[in-house]
């Protein structure tokens, strides 16, 4: 079992920034990719960012340049560097990891841009 916590969510301004993070506990030896998602009401959770283990990331094309995802492997914590925000970067953002072949999540942080 994986547990997920997200946090650094909350209300900024259109062009502010946040920093969410996201720490793993339980058997974290095997996860492998994590990564960010978010949701609106009435809508599918689509991927944001991902990361594997080794580094490698891909980021949702509303994203690219504007957010960064990293890893901290030896503090089992993944971040999300979100910079420029939109108002329509607003959303619950949950975080994602892999483990023996299983997906978990975390709880979610609300995310608001608004002037």
């Known amino acids: 079992q994986v547990q997920l916590v997200e946090s650094g969510g909350g209300l900024v301004q259109p062009g502010g920034s946040l920093r969410l993070s996201c720490a793993a506990s339980?058997?974290?030896?095997?996860?492998?990719?994590m990564g960010w998602y978010r949701q609106t009401p009435g809508k599918q959770r689509e991927p944001v960012a991902r990361?594997?283990?080794?580094?490698?990331?891909t980021y949702a094309d509303s994203v690219k340049g504007r957010f960064t995802i990293s890893r901290d492997n030896a503090k089992n914590t993944v971040y999300l560097q979100m910079n420029s925000l939109k108002p329509e970067d607003t959303a619950v953002y949950y975080c994602?990891?892999?483990?023996?072949?299983?997906?978990?999540w975390g709880q979610g942080t609300q995310v608001t841009v608004s002037s």
């Open positions: 339980g058997s974290i030896f095997s996860i492998s990719d």
């Open positions: 990361i594997t283990y080794g580094g490698s990331t």
């Open positions: 994602d990891a892999w483990a023996y072949n299983r997906q978990y």
